[in-house]
């Protein structure tokens, strides 16, 4: 089995002093993809750069302390692709891809972390420049490669993917134009990307369980008000490798949830 995981840190040294080292050695996926990272270079050197055994690579944003992605592989990576070739959002540090190629299959691990829109009219447009021009790389990559996207999409696709959808429809994460835009990501047909949720694949229909983002606000968590906000998005073959998922709810090293998927295969 191939054990990948996906977790939104909300800063790595933060769930450091939380234990998520401890937590990821007992877990012992093969991969583990983090979001928000919020380091430099700096602060990874002699204290991150492997954790629980797992071999650490990392894309930092310029600006200190904000968002940056990060992989640890158990395996070693035949390529590593830092960014996706968008300067304004390469600079922030949003994506990572290593690459594990063999004379059998060509297959990339991702860790993305797609912008919110939630503090405002600038960001949210940033957010819509993030989706029209991550869509055509994803595409152009399928074409290429087999591979797994994990990732904090910040877009619940679903009414059932979080709990209050009738009061959120005007807000982002649940905008109609994000949630077409995640239709069409998951669209088979000529003018979709043809990727799979894995969770809602081996899940369809679960609703309060799939929760993996509680806002900070009143009792959120505590009464299990949530999004679904973090993805695995697999090309089909993958996907149908699927076997088993996790939500770590009660894990807290942010206010995110872990997700992992067992995969029937190895690197």
């Not at 977790?7 to 937590?23: E, I, Q």
């Not at 994000?178 to 979709?192: C, H, I, P, Q, S």
């Amino acid at each position: 089995m191939f054990k990948l995981t996906s977790l939104n840190l909300n800063g790595l040294r933060s769930a450091a002093t939380k234990g998520v080292a401890d937590w990821v050695a007992e877990l012992a996926p093969d991969c583990i993809c983090m979001q928000e990272i919020r380091v430099q270079a700096s602060d990874i050197e002699g204290r991150f750069e492997e954790m629980a055994g797992l071999r650490g690579h990392f894309h930092f944003a310029e600006k200190k302390g904000y968002a940056g992605t990060a992989i640890y592989s158990k395996h070693a990576p035949s390529d590593v692709v830092v960014g996706w070739g968008d300067k304004e959002f390469d600079a922030e540090g949003r994506y990572l891809e290593l690459r594990f190629d063999t004379p059998k299959r060509k297959f990339s691990v991702i860790s993305c972390y797609f912008p919110s829109g939630s503090s405002g009219e600038e960001r949210q447009a940033a957010k819509f420049r993030f989706l029209e021009g991550f869509f055509p790389h994803l595409i152009e990559l399928k074409k290429t490669r087999e591979f797994v996207l994990c990732g904090d999409i910040n877009i619940a696709h679903q009414q059932a993917d979080l709990k209050n959808w009738k009061g959120n429809q005007k807000n982002s994460g649940f905008l109609p134009e994000e949630r077409a835009w995640m239709t069409r990501l998951l669209d088979a047909g000529a003018e979709g990307a043809g990727l799979v949720d894995v969770y809602r694949l081996l899940k369809p229909h679960t609703t309060e369980e799939c929760y993996t983002w509680w806002s900070n606000r009143g009792q959120a968590y505590a009464k299990n008000v949530g999004w679904r906000l973090d993805y695995h998005l697999a090309t089909p073959k993958i996907a149908a490798l699927a076997r088993h998922e996790a939500i770590f709810k009660t894990i807290k090293f942010s206010d995110h949830a872990p997700i992992t998927v067992d995969y029937e295969f190895e690197l």
